[in-house]
């Protein structure tokens, strides 16, 4: 069964957030299924040995997850149809004008997530662009000068100034919004709504924290939070906005259920995907790939309807900002990586390096997640210890990369211009973007580990990635570089600010890329930037076990469509690799955060064990008469936690028959509008219709606290024939585990039912109900501990 | 409820083609629900007017489908896992080292198939293109020499041969090897197999069949024809080859399921297209969108393992024949259209025109489609006539494709080359493939007709293609072409030779941009060549109604980045509007042809309808005991034609439950093992297990006549408990036709059973069973014609 307390509609802001950890929602008397969660959050977070999130595996495991370093209670989606007389009333009665508003809205909204996407993945750039710009200019002015201290408090400075903005702003007003939100967005799409995710405080913070966090300097991308914003804004458009201000524009009716806001999430996940790669194709395959659970070919092509848009506003934002009239803006933030003006040539001969690469990559990429999830479990014992904690680490982090990238290219000699045969007129740079920076060195001699370092991240992938340029970079320089993006990797990810996962990697593997290209000179003969390509490639698949959307990232990032084979290969060798040690980063983390994801394929040995073994497992279901009194109703609501109970009717004396499914957010509707019946009757259809509007229905369920009745209103009755799901999705009870878990998941269920074998007299018609964490393979193994052994044999 | 007779394996030749229309196989006695063959074959086929297969639409309507221009028996799969005793006990005896074998086998397999599709992609090539190129040089000889009359005999004697190749192998040998198989593929995937489609014949047809049509210089493709060769290589493979010579080695039973023939036949449609357009994501994109029903993330990343081998043979392909090595082939047959050479630009202020192409694209596809399905139910009348019709068909259309080539250029003047602006070295070309073709034209003159029809089908499209030659080609010439080609891509499609529709409709296409090209030039400039290639989406989209798999393939195919926002564009424009006239062409072909494909959404009056209402209208369900006499079993068989039967239990007296269901092909198996008790009893699980192999069990069901039995052998009894499949999907009657539909079609389902609300003693504990033929809108609405009436409402 499910205990969701957390009745808001997503992205609603935190209430008060206190210290960490803390429930959101306060725990109910009479939940007996609840664990305390001082009990479950303490414990859990108080050693790096045990699970941050300690529950015993139970099947009435209760929903709690880490939501911004905070356990929260977390809340089922419902994609079901839940066909009851009101709402067949309400499709029944649609026009055909309503149907084509719904389809004109549907279309439009795509549109509008994919338009606001690209406009503000623009700013962001051109944000992140002239801060940096102006930054580093300043730095090596002073350097230039001589100052070389005075550089580092500067440049140490300003990007403390600029972590701070963005870490005030995550741990004070939006918490959720720290990190990348792309496992939170995963867990959406396959069922599981995360309070407080999708909201505007959110977006917010999300668009500043993750301009400050990059203008820092510190290891990580806007990626990530593209993607998340995008997902923020589609929620924020599906629902009108956010809480008191939420605009009720009747059109906007048909968004309000879980259905659609799903597929408009999804395009708002591809959107940001597409927005931070400039990837419209890999934007819809990573959505594909990797995010959602469900996908259908409409989807596709709305997806790709919105990554279209996101391309035309990026491609129209170049173009009013070509010639420098943004400021720093060059075109740097958009096209990543253009390799596609020289002709890179390999052939099959090169398979050896190239096999080499993959590797490696996916040691490499398993290891990071392995060392990752460590620092992660550290760092959340860190961040639970209040908000202070959480500036502090922060803070801690950015000086620590301050330093790293200021002081270390002094630690390597200069290189002369003529060594790395590079053309007079751009050797070396000062003070803009370029391959060959001056930084600390004479004139005719250029720095290259400061050409790495002292640029944005992606100046300095654009540097690592560029082709023809095989003496450019030293060796020690590039060995440096890849130690200390490892550590900052590594140290960066977990702390509170909005922070993205591919660019981080992305540097690693160009660095480790080249490296090999250095060592395996003697050998081959790619060329070095192809190696770093491969070597970036190599470890995003080592690590995120992607490989289809990964490809087309790579080939609309490189331009260049002759690499895609060898890119190809690169990418299926690092993830099987890579599969042969963990599972990928998101999924690490989804686990870390408790989130109950459900997987694609169930367990071996869930083929044998039964629903109806299950479900005796668990207690009893509780269940409602199609008629029922005020007061049980009231009962029940308060009693348990569960979103779903299943009616009974009794059609003859001694015959109970199964009636259907009704859901709490119903049984609250009708509370709050007190539509009590004085006697025990069926109501006729009209009678619901006139009182209760789809609007009405669509509400999220609130809490029964909030309904007070009057002791006569207590003694009244419910006619639930109205508002129950008379066709809910059953199994009977001899349907093997595995089956059923296909099942729930093929149909995005949030309820499934189990009747007997058997019916007759006097027995009743209805087994159990299943939920999500009934079909947890965690969770089935804590009941039936047995089957455990099983799991080993295979 | 199911009837199909076929029951062979997929890919076994056909008995004996006799004249057409002839059923595949003999109706059998007592068989109630089929209709009687030779009346609805042979009213459907006598009038234009009437449907091709002339059958009520029922419930009980039997699977019958147009096959090769034959009615023959179709047969749905069985994607679902049958839980019996014998299944659970294999699985559980499975060693680790059994599964490594089976991972192992399905990657190799995928390899496998990625391999032999582009190997046999390059050498179709090598053919084409080299028996073209001597066909070429030698009619241009006789043109020189002024001997126009030799020309064209030399000219159309040499199609016309080749045609007749082609069209004796398809007449004769493979019928199903017509076309481009496509549909088929794509009712596979969906469940539906149709005989004789996948096999030896139809690959060795294919092949030949293709290299013939293709050199004749007919309008037609092969790229259709290598999606198929990919899907029956993936077949044969799965089955380890062909009938009789099946090799029957032990690791090759893990593939003798559906569902795992129908992961391999995904991988090589998906490989089929990427040899086609050497677009290795464009070929798992179009598996994705256009062929598959059910998808995966694991069939992704193992569809682009197999694509991405095909690139890699192609590459390998190419570098061995540069330098002109392989006869007359160049690099012509596989990098379709190169366009990357020159910077196409392009601005906001383009859209209008682009919107024109677009819109124009979509009507021009859907009147195509309208026309060309007309063509096809003529055909069809035509083909049905026998076997020298359908020869003679075919070489009727070679002779008139062969007039149209050689004569059509003779009617536009010649053009000089200054006037085009070609470098002096390479106008006119002579002999051999280029833009200027000198054909009839004196020294310093081209002729432009002749430089798009006398070559094959691929270099017309680069000729028509290639950008910065707006002066190229006349408005006349271009006017010509588009009506010679919209004229043989109507006539060339339902001939009896392996036929593809992409590569006819990007010529109409490409002229068709051009065309407006040279209309609007006055108000915008965008190249002419990108205006042929946006015209060739357009009609594309328009047509076929794919969104990104096209436009992934026109990546890839013009090698372009910056296209891509304004191909999708067009596609977009292009789809919406050829949406609203009338479905896809593959739709189109899938509904003449009477395969009963699932429709992803279920139509909205299907919610108004309850699964028991439709159990009600359909005869009983035959149900077998769980422990059943012999006899029964037998007259069981024979008087029906279904697949599943329920099987039912008496715990206790009086009272009936499901005990699960078991499939035709267990009883045959278990028939022709005679495996008979003595007494009704149940037996112990070992003794089945030692008798029957999965392997035995996985075999196809083979018909009920084969087995002679003695009146001892008809009086024992069959223990029905080991085969019984105890998990079956079942839905209550209350359950909506609506939910049922995307219950049965997500769960990739062959049958599904109806229970009763109430069971209760003396109550059949079974409503009925449905199947896919019962959930198809149009059976439905056979039965409750009333509800057409609500269907207009929405």
Known sequence: MEDEQSQRPAGE???EPGPAPELECKNEDGVEDLEDPESTAGNGISSLEQPLLKRSPT???????????????????????IENDLFKHDWRSRSNVEVLQYIFLKWAMAFLVGLLTGVIASLINLAIENITGLKMLHMVGLVREGRYWAGFLYFAGVNLALTFVAAVLCVVFAPTAAGPGIPEIKAYLNGVDTPNMFGAPQLIVKIIGSIGAVSSGMDLGK??????IGACLANLLSQGGEGRWRLRWRWLRYFNNDRDRRDLITCGASSGVCAAFRSPVGGVLFALEEVATWWRSALLWRTFFSTATVVVVLRGFIEVCRDGRCGMFGEGGLILFDVSSVTVRYHLGDLLPVTIVG??????????NHVLHQVLRLYNLINAKGRLAKLALALAVSVITSAGLYMLPFAVPCTPCSAAGAAADFCPTVGKSGNFKKFNCPDGFYNDLASLLHATNTDATRNIFSTGTAGEFRLDSLLIFFAVYCVLGLITFGIAVPSGLFLPIILMGSAYGRILALLLARFVHIDHGLYAVLGAAALMSGSMRMTVSLCVIFLELTNNLLLLPITMFVLLIAKTVGDAFNP?????????????????????WMKDLTVGELAAAKPRAVTLQVVEKVSTIVAVLRATPHNGFPVLDRPRPGVSELHGLVLRQHLMA????????????RTEEWEARERFSSTELAEKAGSIDDVQL???ELDMYIDLHPFTNTTPYTVVETMSVAKAVVLFRTCALRHMLIIPKFQGLEISPIMGILTRQDLRAHNILGAFPHLANKRKVH
Chains 1, 2 share one sequence.
């Open 584 to 604: 990928s980063i998101y999924e690490i983390i989804l686990d870390l955060k408790g989130l109950p994801f459900l997987e694609p394929k169930p367990e071996t």
């Open 359 to 368: 590797v490696l990559g996916g040691v490499l990429g398993a290891l990071y």
């Open 670 to 681: 009708v509370l709050r509008k007190r539509w009590f019946l004085q006697e025990k009757r």
């Open 710 to 712: 009057s002791p006569e």
């Open 223 to 228: 990626e990530g939070p593209l993607v998340h």
């Open 13 to 15: 802001p935190a209430a």
């Open 59 to 81: 099947l009435t495991a209760s929903h709690l997850a880490i939501v911004g370093a905070k356990v929260s209670h977390i809340e089922s989606l419902d994609y079901e149809i």
